[in-house]
């Protein structure tokens, strides 16, 4: 943990664990726990196996927060979900965790802000329903809703954003009037209700199935009435309290979820009105019921507890929808800020206000919702339903970080822990939108049509953040495309097959055209729809192709770059290893010289000063060539891209062959080896050649005989001129302009040394780089020697036989210069010795 920035950040760390409960039980229980009794529960499982399928749930859930409050305890990190993904898998499978969030999180808080207007309707009919008016899937929409919505909406906007530290404790107090309203309804159902025992019967017998498979299909539901409980670790920065206690206080908002969703079940059932023998009669007869007799908790409530209760019961639900959409509004604001430090939106809403808020993301939520209400309270539940199968996926990829972090530390308890949400996220997932896999759990037609536009649009947006990832983040992972195009068609195909069936019976009443129609429609749409996955789907494939190759390419050229750096820096320090030793060796003969100077200054011989002058001739020769070492080292990747030139100066040839001697004769002596340097008699000593890199060719190579020649051996180095000189026209000249060339040869021998033929082959193999740069040991120098050879385009030959020692032969082609531009480093002495 930063813990400079936890000083930094302590001014915003205003949650206690409290805090913290209020947050994840006010956003999992909301306006569905009063509704979903008469609805779903009863009707499809009973109240004992609804009870039972809840708990069943709340163990799962359990599971699943102890695995996302293990990554919150590793990743303290403000984008929650999102953050512990990336870290864990990468940016791809973050991208798609963050959508479903956020179309999960966007459709709870437009659930409970359309809500509102439900409950107006309940409690004082038509106040609200003035203005323009039209009709949306059976749902009626006004005007004056609409503005009521909206003002819900920017009003919990503007409270998010404005409230500062009052947001705390607000939602905390809703929260406690939500739990506690609900223990006092029931309580005071309990007591007044004269069949409170009267739970008979257990499920539902209208409903086909075992009491086990009713309980199962339940559960495979119970995702939907516990989503946002996770909400409160985006934003898990402004913790006030050890990141440690955080699985305790899920413990704590789920069982009290638990409570929310089983209490108004009981509710129901102790309420039911008197005219009836069971709770099954009722239920079965909601619908022809009106008014609060149609809503099987206000009922009870109502019948039971009077005007108090019912009081009461508006207060506990206005608390759930308070909380859901205040949660909800903070954990989706800090999801969508982490996104925008990602680039994943634009950079504007990445800032925060000084209380720590992301006010613009909340301003962004609130401009996103204000299309919502025209679309009638119908098409919200359609969503709402759809968020079952987008939950599951964030639970599914957290599970399985947690087995992979697990599996890392070798933590037997956190694999089997990840392993088994990761499990029944799939099944949350599967279960419910297979159609008639389980009792009642079908989706609604047009929730698999939002289920497929929603899987479209992220796949849209996902293809516009990948072409515009200028950080290659995104498209590494194949199997996140596979996930998304898994997602597209097989939503697609859902779709269309419950229009087929929804349609198909209605032929025996209108006919078969009509059903066509609307089939041929439909069919239209799917095509259109898969038309746009493969475009999209296809452009991403190839885009990642491209990049593949591109990173491939570049993989091998910086591996080939970083063997040929290597190998040219091992024999440059060589080469700078030969120079040094050289000049300390004639360093140390200076000294030895002057002492017997100093001495002996009055009879000191003229040998010595000779001695001593030579010396510093020497060393400032070697110096030069060192510092041209020194200097070439910066060119180093001139090497692999063939950029490296040539310089050539006018120059005795000679000269060059006398530094190396007098690099190398101090060593020599101290390996007792016979080391002579001759020029056959040179017509044309002088020409025009780049005389640093033609010593480093002849370094080399000596240096390599050198270390291959057994002591008491042979080097000899020749330097012949090759035939007379010979006029060449020069393409450096536009006009007819001819210059003079003459060819010379440089033959290196010494005794008792064979190379490899390996070596030799792949030496003189001019196209066999890549294995010419693979050799180890000093033959590695060869390589940059041929590459010099090549630059002065010469020849270079080997011969070896065993018993007669190898000889290197180099043949150069070199333009001649007047003797006059020459300087003359040498003097030559007698013969052709140096």
Not at 178 to 192: N, P
Not at 450 to 455: D, H, M, Y
Not at 617 to 627: C, P
């Amino acid at each position: 943990m930063n813990t400079s920035k936890d000083s930094e950040n302590t001014n915003v760390r205003l949650l206690y664990p409290l805090n913290v409960w209020g947050l994840s039980f006010g956003c999992a229980v909301g306006w569905g726990a009063f509704m979903m009794p008469g609805n779903l529960f009863l009707s499809h499982a009973g109240p004992v196996g609804s009870i039972i399928a809840i708990a069943l749930g709340s163990a799962a859930m359990l599971i699943i927060g102890a695995n996302f409050c293990k990554l919150a305890q590793k990743y303290r990190d403000n984008g929650g979900f999102f953050a512990y993904v990336r870290e864990a898998m990468g940016h791809d499978h973050a991208f798609l965790v963050a959508w479903a969030l956020i179309v999960t999180y966007l459709s709870i808080i437009w659930a409970n802000a359309t809500a509102v207007v439900v409950l107006v309707r309940f409690y004082f009919g038509s106040v609200l329903q003035w203005g323009f008016h039209y009709q949306l899937a059976g749902f009626d929409v006004y005007l004056g809703e609409i503005i009521t919505t909206w003002l819900v909406l920017m009003a919990f906007g503007c409270f998010s954003a404005f409230a500062g530290k009052a947001k705390r404790p607000v939602n905390t107090l809703m929260a406690l009037l939500l739990f506690i309203g609900i223990l006092l309804l029931f309580s005071g159902v309990l007591a007044m209700s004269p069949r409170h025992a009267s739970f008979y019967p257990a499920f539902n017998p209208d409903i086909g199935g075992t009491p086990f498979l009713q309980i199962f299909s339940m559960l495979m539901v119970t995702p939907w009435m516990f989503f946002g409980f996770e909400s409160i670790t985006h934003g898990g920065e402004e913790f006030r309290f050890p990141i440690q206690r955080i699985f305790p206080i899920i413990v704590g908002a789920v069982i009290a979820t638990f409570l929310a969703y089983s209490l108004p079940i009981a509710i129901a059932v102790m309420g039911s009105p008197a005219e009836f023998a069971t709770w099954h009669e009722y239920i079965s007869s909601l619908s022809h019921l009106h008014g609060f007799d149609a809503l099987p908790v206000f009922h009870g409530v109502d019948a039971l507890l009077g005007q108090g209760g019912m009081a009461l019961l508006a207060a506990t639900v206005l608390a759930g929808i308070f909380t859901g959409i205040n949660g909800l509004y903070r954990g989706c604001s800090f999801l969508l800020q982490a996104m925008a430090k990602d680039e994943l939106l634009p950079a504007v809403f990445a800032s925060q206000a000084e209380d720590g808020t992301p006010r613009k993301t909340v301003f962004l939520i609130l401009l996103v919702s204000l299309p919502i209400p025209f679309l009638g309270r119908t098409a919200i539940v359609w969503l709402v339903d759809a968020i079952t199968i987008s939950g599951s996926i964030a639970y599914a990829y957290i599970s399985l970080c947690r087995y992979r972090e697990a599996k890392a530390a070798q933590d037997t308890g956190g694999r089997f822990m990840g392993i088994t949400g990761l499990v029944l996220s799939l099944f949350f997932f599967f279960c419910p939108i297979v159609p008639d896999l389980l009792l009642g759990s079908t989706l609604d037609t047009e929730s698999y049509l939002l289920l497929a536009v929603w899987s479209v649009l992220g796949l849209i947006y996902y293809w516009y953040v990948f072409k515009h990832d200028q950080k290659g983040r995104f498209g590494r992972s194949f199997s996140l495309c596979t996930v998304l195009l898994f997602l597209n068609f097989f939503s697609t195909a859902l779709w269309l097959r419950q229009v087929m069936v929804t349609r198909i019976p209605l032929a025996q009443m209108g006919g078969y055209a009509p059903v066509r129609e609307m089939l041929t429609q439909s069919s239209m749409i799917q095509i259109i729809l898969m038309l746009l996955i493969l475009l999209f789907m296809a452009d991403i494939f190839t885009t990642m192709r491209k990049r593949e190759h591109a990173m491939n390419k570049a993989v091998i050229a910086q591996q080939m770059a970083s063997r040929t750096r290597g190998a040219y820096l091992s024999n440059m320090t060589h080469d700078i290893s030969l120079t040094m030793n050289a000049i300390m060796s004639y360093v140390d003969l200076a000294r030895e010289n002057g002492e017997h100077y100093k001495n002996n200054a009055a009879s000191c011989p003229h040998e010595a000063l000779n001695g001593l002058y030579e010396c510093i001739v020497h060393t400032d020769s070697i110096s030069h060539y060192f510092l041209h070492l020194v200097r070439e080292m910066e060119h180093v990747d001139r090497i692999q891209d063939s950029t490296l030139k040539l310089y050539p100066v006018p120059t005795d040839i000679r000269y060059n062959l006398k530094q190396v001697k007098d690099i190398f004769t101090e060593q020599m002596q101290d390996k007792n080896i016979d080391f002579m340097v001759y020029t056959a008699k040179l017509e044309n000593p002088y020409v025009y050649c780049d005389k640093n890199r033609l010593q480093r060719i002849l370094l080399n190579l000596i240096s390599l005989a050198y270390m291959f020649t057994p002591v008491g051996g042979s080097i000899a180095v020749t330097l012949a001129q090759k035939g007379f000189a010979y006029h060449e026209e020069s393409a450096a000249f536009s006009h007819h302009h001819f210059q003079l060339y003459a060819d010379y040869e440089l033959r290196i021998r010494n005794s008792d040394a064979i190379m490899p033929p390996e070596v030799k082959e792949l030496i003189l193999k001019e196209s066999d780089w890549n294995q010419l740069f693979r050799l180890e040991g000093p033959e590695k120098s060869l390589a940059i020697t041929k590459h010099l050879i090549d630059l002065f385009h010469g020849t270079l030959s080997i011969n070896t036989e065993d018993g007669q020692g190898t000889e290197i032969i180099i043949a150069l082609t070199l333009p001649l210069a007047k003797q006059s531009t020459v300087p003359i480093h040498v003097e030559l002495g007698a013969a052709n010795t140096i």
